[in-house]
């Protein structure tokens, strides 16, 4: 039996009848739904519901997007993204689209069915390990996300995730602005992998703490990397500051949290006059300075980025499902505070 949130006219965002693609709500709120839509989908193929009985195709065509195209794992063919085109009615008291996005590619996390569930953890212990560029899986969306962006140049292309998802569309994102090519990117509950100094109460002793690891992680980076400095266009972050995706976090989410630290402690350590410090302890971490001092060759850490439009949720969520959840992020506006942060 489906649960009543995999059901859009009982918890989708049906206040959206119109949407105003400058409304900062509405689009997030949207590209929500749409990641929604991915994970209905893999429901409803685990549970074999089609045709009138699936479940996942308001999630998107309420939004009057098309479904493009499935992307589907190639190791147990459960389906873990989308491609929408959206296609509005042409009517002369329709609200502008020159916002709106032409197509976005939207990728879910995990889902504990027994159907999907091993993969996805094999997918999870490989984002653990920074390892994710390495999976077939993200081969598939990677090379979806390149076909996408050359047939249509001239065209607004979103890209959307949850959890898991978000660190795909994450580094899709990544790699795409490396080449020059930046797209919106939605990411929700993007994981972090840190101590969980957010989890602290005390404030004194969180900054201090956050302070001490920049000191430290800095200290290591120029133990183990020397002490040369690279020139602005050999600095990844500098290339990469131009990306400006949009981050949405809840401060009871263990897993995502540790990014609200991590953009605000850049403000206090440049507060402090220890700038330079943070500029080079924001992009390293301990555990990718350890596997260089090892002689292993690593890929930047996935969860450092160097710019973000970071919105919380400052809604107390009663439990860990519901602040990690994708539902919370088309509710009420007033609950969420937003801030850009531009590494410079």
């Known amino acids: 039996m489906a649960s009543k949130r995999e059901i859009f006219h009982l918890s989708g965002p049906l206040h959206l009848i119109a949407v105003n693609w400058k409304n900062d709500h509405h689009r997030r709120s949207v590209a929500a739904s749409l990641v929604q839509g991915v994970y209905i989908l893999e429901r409803d193929r685990q549970e074999k519901r089609q045709g009138p009985q699936a479940l996942a195709p308001p999630w998107w065509e ?19 993204g989308a491609i929408y085109e959206f296609k509005p009615p042409t009517s002369p008291g329709s609200l502008s689209t020159c916002e709106s996005p032409h197509y976005v590619i939207a ?10 569930v091993s993969q996805d953890l094999k997918l999870d212990l490989h984002l653990l ?57 939605f990411l929700f509950n993007p994981p972090f992998f ?4 957010e ?29 040369h400095q690279r020139n602005r266009f050999e600095d990844p972050f500098v290339y990469l500051s131009t990306w400006v995706p949009s981050l949405f976090v809840n401060p009871a989410d263990h897993i995502c949290s540790e990014y609200i630290g ?27 300075l350890f596997m260089t001092a090892m002689g292993k060759e690593s890929e930047p850490p996935l969860h450092l980025i160097p710019s973000a439009a970071l919105t919380i949720n400052s809604i107390r969520s ?7 959840g994708i539902h919370q992020w088309w509710g009420p506006d007033s609950h969420f505070k937003s801030k850009l942060y531009r590494y410079n």
């Open 318 to 324: 009663p439990d860990f499902i519901g602040a990690h």
């Open 129 to 185: 390990q920074n390892g994710l560029h390495q999976t077939s899986r993200f081969e598939i969306a990677m090379q979806a996300v390149r076909n996408m962006v050359a047939a249509n140049q001239d065209k607004n292309i979103w890209l959307s995730g949850h959890s898991l998802g978000s660190s795909m569309a994450m580094l899709a994102g990544k790699n795409m602005a490396k080449t020059g090519i930046f797209l919106e990117a």
């Open 194 to 197: 840190s101590a969980p100094i």
């Open 62 to 80: 309420f939004f009057q997007f098309q479904m493009v195209r499935q992307l589907v794992d190639d190791v147990d063919s459960s389906i873990f």
């Open 107 to 116: 990728f879910r996390g995990t889902i504990r069915k027994p159907h999907s």
């Open 262 to 288: 991590y953009f605000e402690n850049r403000e206090k350590m440049k507060e402090i006059g220890a700038g330079g410090i943070e500029r080079l302890a924001t992009q390293n971490s301990i555990h990718g």
């Open 199 to 227: 989890r602290i109460k005390d404030k004194k002793v969180k900054q201090g703490l956050r302070i001490a690891s920049s000191f430290i992680t800095a200290g290591l980076a120029v133990a183990v990397k020397g002490t």
